[in-house]
């Protein structure tokens, strides 16, 4: 028997597989049951301790039996030790939310995942997105405009990917239709990973990645690239009342181009709502913060602020 160090690539229904980064062999394997008992669920991401019999070939029947520091764990989309998270945003066929959007950013945030945005279908609505680069340039953000039909804003995003994200771990978000696999195939032709339409009914997209699943760099077509990308099931909303993100004084942190301005308001606890005499409010009707932002700010103050505690996720 032999007991190394891995990362989860993948897990369904309580099946893992398991890199193995030193030989690159994958190792099926299942957790102990001591995980369940604890309430702990490994995920994508997740470094382990995995125990298996290196006699066989292949490799089979591994079993986990510890679960190293995580760096974060992200419920939905559920994925640990995210490095870079890029957040998908459609300008059509489904129109961006950005109060949805944000939500996904502020939880990136709060859990130290660099947020990149990327401002897909750009040729069926170029207004809207330039607004929608105007929206998050303002507030910081590396922002990427795409059409992946004819390939334009697919080098510069690759490019972001191998060289500065290429490290760690990073993962494509957004809601279902918005265009992340898309995207995905457009980057790495040789996946053809399953695309969906968007349903004419709903104009939403259809749900077509399952499961979050691993791609290491070097299995597409970069060996000296040491990072991995992940592909995430689509959302249609973030539940602050069900998702147990952070706590409701923690919020303004996690709006990055409100952190110069933290601290420089008239009363004490302002909530950056409307008070008078507060910087925040004050930089949104200069220009300097988007009244955007600052909306989404206000919809999920009001949203953390009704949560009971019995009502967060333990």
Excluded at 75 to 89: E, H, S, Y
């Amino acid at each position: 028997m032999a007991e190394k160090t891995g990362i989860i690539i993948k897990g369904v229904g309580g099946l893992y597989t398991v890199l193995l980064p030193d030989t690159g062999e994958y190792l099926p394997s299942r957790a102990r049951g001591i995980f369940r008992h604890n309430n702990i669920t490994p995920e994508a991401g997740d470094r382990v301790s995995v125990e298996y019999d290196d006699s066989k070939k292949p490799l089979a029947d591994g079993v986990i039996n510890d679960i190293l520091d995580r760096k974060n764990v992200l419920i939905r989309p559920p994925i640990a030790n995210l490095d870079t998270l890029f957040v998908v945003l459609s300008v059509a066929r489904p129109v961006t939310i950005t109060e949805t959007a944000d939500k996904l950013i502020a939880a990136a945030e709060h859990y130290g995942a660099e947020p990149i945005i990327i401002i897909t279908k750009k040729n069926l609505d170029p207004s809207e997105a330039a607004r929608l680069e105007e929206i998050y340039k303002k507030a910081g953000f590396t922002v990427f405009l795409t059409d992946s039909h004819d390939g334009d804003g697919i080098d510069a995003v690759r490019d972001y990917i191998i060289g500065t994200a290429g490290k760690g771990i990073s993962a494509f978000a957004g809601a279902s239709g918005a265009g992340k696999t898309t995207i995905f195939n457009a980057l790495f032709p040789g996946l053809t990973l399953k695309t969906g339409a968007v349903s004419h009914k709903t104009g939403r997209g259809r749900h077509t990645t399952r499961a979050v699943e691993l791609h290491p760099l070097r299995e597409l077509g970069y060996p000296d690239s040491p990072g991995f990308l992940a592909d995430t099931p689509g959302f249609s909303a973030l539940d602050f009342l069900r998702f147990d993100f952070f706590e409701l004084d923690e919020l303004p942190l996690n709006f990055r181009e409100f952190n110069r301005y933290i601290g420089e308001c008239k009363y004490k606890k302002c909530t950056h709502l409307c008070e008078e005499g507060c910087s925040i409010v004050e930089a949104v009707e200069k220009g300097d913060i988007s009244h955007s932002r600052h909306d989404s700010y206000r919809a999920m103050y009001a949203e953390l602020k009704q949560r009971k505690p019995w009502e967060k996720k333990s």
